[in-house]
């Protein structure tokens, strides 16, 4: 049970091939980038029931280790995980904290692959008293096997990196003879100096460079402020000591660090960086609170906080960084919702949404919801969507034709009723459930369809698109609260378990409630509002086409708000080729309603009010230029031309027409 056997400590690629043996393949790409003067690698990893991309990465070792580890991390296994944590006791917990840390302060530790033991080694080279001293926060966050004795002690610990700070200072306190416990900073040091002779061997190697990160700024007036700036890392201060700097801080005792929110293009971890903060002023640290950052790291930060990937790792004793842009801040921040995931899937931030309906898999572009919903899952902290599929008797088209046309002549409120359960179909339809469930099995959202479906996957992939949509009306406002406990749509048939937040991903005091669109009934309706002239055009190409069009997108000043006195533009979005569905919301409806009023081949030049902020700024290839343009007298200016139609079969035509006059239907009922 004790911390300090280090042979527990072994890489993914060992975990993979002690559980699959030769039935793990991998295979190396070669990536040839021409900004890089040598060649960087891709690993592939085929396990017997799925298969893996690794980054891309400078070695072939460092590829086949991310490929492993992602692996893993689809398969539930946590890497350095080897004792069976669960089945232990809260008393057992603490022993086996205060073991953990002995052992990190040995002699032996000191020289291990272990990111931590690069972070010791580091502080080793400061001067004075702090030699040695290192910042629980460190500890807390890069031990994995810390990590899982904490939530033993208490699972809230996986989302709250204070308390878990503060059961490793409690846990030191009880090595009085051998560590000791800063009273002015969250730190430890040992006791007794190390050897002479270890320590001049292991000084870590540290070139002087500059990192470029994010500050997210906050203010009084709860104004999002990020900027870019400049981390100066220089081989003789410890790089904790330097983002502290920034954040106004003494040292990197006091600087918390976050889980991995995501990597850079190379497969570097990117964290965020902020003041620990004071739990006996809670009150103060409530006017400070920072919003945006909060939203990042899903845990309320208090305070200014740096966005950087840099750190060690368990690749090399080295410090590794990479460069993170604004752009790429604003590309992570749209990443963490389903129409985000899916606006990146297909390279067009501003152009493409999320789809209403799923069709069928050969008219679907992109990752296919299901897909989508493991990905949001995998990246909330939550369990594998769990679906379960049910049939029923399905009534034919020609039998769903007439059941229409006789249901229009009854009573709205009769319509409304059996129109939702009669789907086109043959003998037999498909219906499918999806529950999503939080890592410690507790209900988040049951979500199960009235619809019937000629095909079990349509069932499935609908029932998982509903339940991306619902998750996605949350990415809105940040600091919502909410009053009720649990909320039930009848007509949607979907159920929200509000007790169950998503703390790994939103801020602790961010509670989920039903937005005001949905209990007022107006769901449909958010998605429906379009163009102003959108209810008087005349549409030439049916609901159910696929269509291709190459489109650009640029921010527009008018020469009468420039400075300069002349009209400036800046390309934000291009694509020379895109294909989709029409009438089924994958594109914007600004876009996709001046599409359908189009012919092959023609040209149209159109302009639209500007979207969020971020996503422009996360679309734009020159962060600079886009936000010295963004005011309130800028436009969206969209260049489309249409590259080909491809009509849909009568069938098809007949099925897309149906679902359109139900939602039409359906929205005038709302309206009315």
């Not at 690993?43 to 590829?63: M, T």
């Not at 960084?321 to 297909?346: A, Q, W």
């Not at 992939?461 to 339940?467: C, E």
Request: a negative charge; aromatic letters at 8%; charged letters at 25%.
């Amino acid at each position: 049970m004790a911390g300090g056997e280090e042979k527990t400590l072994t890489t993914p690629k060992e975990i993979i091939h002690h559980k699959f043996g030769v039935k793990a393949s991998y295979r190396i790409e070669e990536v040839h980038v021409s900004s890089q003067s040598s060649c960087l690698y891709r690993c592939h990893l085929q396990l017997p029931d799925f298969s893996v991309v690794s980054n891309v990465f400078k070695s072939r070792q460092d590829s086949e280790q991310s490929a492993a580890e992602l692996a893993l991390e689809k398969l539930g296994i946590l890497p350095q995980d080897g004792d069976d944590d669960d089945h232990i006791t809260v008393e057992e917990g603490w022993d086996g904290i205060v073991e953990r840390i002995k052992y990190i302060f040995s002699d032996e530790f000191l020289s291990t692959d272990h990111p931590l033991g690069s972070h010791l080694r580091a502080t080793l080279q400061m001067d004075g008293e702090r030699c040695g001293l290192v910042p629980v926060s460190a500890i807390a966050t890069f031990d994995s096997k810390i990590n899982s004795l904490c939530k033993v002690i208490n699972p809230s610990t996986d989302s709250d990196p204070v308390l878990a700070m503060s059961y490793v200072m409690k846990a030191a306190a009880k090595l009085s003879d051998y560590i000791v416990v800063s009273p002015h900073a969250a730190s430890l040091q040992r006791k007794n100096p190390y050897p002479a002779a270890i320590v001049e061997g292991l000084a870590p190697h540290v070139e002087s460079t500059k990192v470029e990160a994010v500050h997210i700024k906050c203010t009084k007036r709860d104004e999002e402020v990020v900027e870019r700036v400049i981390l100066d890392i220089s081989s003789d201060r410890y790089y904790l000591d330097i983002i502290a700097e920034k954040l106004g801080l003494k040292d990197g005792s006091q600087v918390m660090i976050s889980r991995a929110i995501s990597k850079t293009f190379f497969g570097y971890e990117c964290r965020l960086y902020s003041t620990i903060p004071n739990l006996t002023s809670s009150n103060d640290f409530k006017i400070s609170r920072n919003a945006k950052a909060s939203f990042v790291c899903g845990q309320d930060i208090h305070g200014d906080a740096i966005f950087a990937s840099v750190g060690y790792t368990w690749r090399s004793h080295d410090l590794e960084h990479e460069d993170v842009t604004l752009k790429s801040f604003y590309r992570i921040c749209c990443g963490m919702s389903p129409n985000g995931i899916y606006k990146i899937s297909r390279k067009a931030l501003i152009a493409a949404q999320l789809p209403l309906l799923f069709t069928r898999e050969s008219n679907w572009r992109g990752p296919i919801p299901k897909e989508i919903l493991c990905m949001f899952c995998h990246q909330q902290q939550l369990a594998e969507p769990v679906f379960t599929i049910s049939t029923a008797p399905a009534k034919s088209m020609s039998d769903l034709l007439s059941s229409y046309n006789k249901v229009k002549d009854d009573s709205d409120n009769q319509y409304l009723s059996r129109g939702e359960e009669e789907m086109p179909g043959s003998e037999e339809g498909y219906r499918c459930e999806v529950k999503i469930l939080s890592k410690s099995h507790d209900l988040v959202l049951d979500c199960s369809l009235k619809k019937l479906y000629e095909k079990e996957n349509d069932a499935i992939q609908n029932a998982a698109l509903k339940a991306l949509s619902w998750f996605s009306m949350f990415f809105g406002d940040m600091d919502v609260e909410s009053l009720e406990a649990c909320y039930t749509n009848d007509d949607l048939d979907i159920q929200f378990k509000q007790r169950n937040r998503f703390k790994e991903t939103f801020p602790s005091s961010r509670v989920y409630e039903l937005p005001e669109i949905i209990r007022k009934g107006d769901w449909y309706k958010s998605r429906s509002r379009g163009m102003p002239w959108e209810e008087k055009r005349v549409q030439n190409i049916a609901n159910g086409s696929l269509v291709s069009i190459c489109y650009s997108v640029y921010l527009k000043k008018d020469a009468e708000f420039s400075k300069k006195g002349k009209s400036l533009k800046e390309l934000v979005e291009s694509n020379e080729g895109i294909e989709f569905e029409v009438g089924h919301g994958s594109m914007n409806p600004h876009l996709e309603s001046v599409v359908t009023q189009m012919s092959v081949g023609q040209y149209v030049r159109f302009s639209t009010g500007l979207p969020a902020e971020g996503l422009v700024l996360a679309a734009a290839n020159d962060t600079v230029k886009a936000l010295s343009l963004l005011s309130d007298y800028t436009s969206l200016e969209y260049s489309v031309l249409l590259l080909g139609v491809k009509v849909p079969t009568e069938e098809r035509m007949e099925k897309a027409n149906i679902v359109e006059k139900v939602a039409e239907d359906s929205l005038q009922l709302y309206r009315d």
